[in-house]
């Protein structure tokens, strides 16, 4: 396997995680692609197969899985999620772009012992797990029983954060504060990217 450049962005469901990307993704779309995860979780509303997710059944998902067709996946609140190779692939035959990786804490672990992986990790906190709570029942998008088992989830995936090695932490409290501190970073990290702003 080739080496796979990437950045990778975790943190908590509900940390602002999708929106700092889609800001991220409009600004860099010159270099960084956003690998498009499988999962097997429905689609929410306005998500589109092939842009969002590749949204496949359980039974294809663990075929896959079988056949080594990911580089990394995981569970998370009861779906399977994963980063397909295939989907590696197309980003590296674009050229020279940057994997942009948005997965949960147990894919940044196993991304983290893949040698062939040169990642730098941006982790994202929440200022509070209150506002976790907060922002998922804003986002309307989940039952209440989805929200707590991904605010448990959420708890323990801040645990796990604190435990592990990344290369840039933001506190979520702003986000246009936390959008210019991930800016700041990436064209520090990547010094080849330069947008004139
Ligand atoms: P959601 O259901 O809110 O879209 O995603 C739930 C969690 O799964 C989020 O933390 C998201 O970052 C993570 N996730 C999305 N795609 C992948 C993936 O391919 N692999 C892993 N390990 N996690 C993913």
New binding site residues.
Partial sequence: MATVPALV?????GVG??TLLKMIRARYGEYLEF?I???T?AP?EGEVDGK??YFITKEEFEKRVQDNQ?L???T??G?R???GLSEIARVQRMGNKICL????????Q?LQKNPNVLAKYVFLYPPSTEALAERLRLRG?ESEETIQR?LETGRQ?IEIMDQLTCNHKIVNVELQDAYKSLCEYVESAFDFIKIDS
């Fill in positions: 962005v975790a943190g908590p469901s995680k999708g690998t995860s499988c999962t979780r929410r969002d997710y990911f990394e996946h995981a998370f609140a779906n999620y994963g980063t990786i948005e997965i949960e804490l147990n894919g940044v196993q998008t991904r995936e």
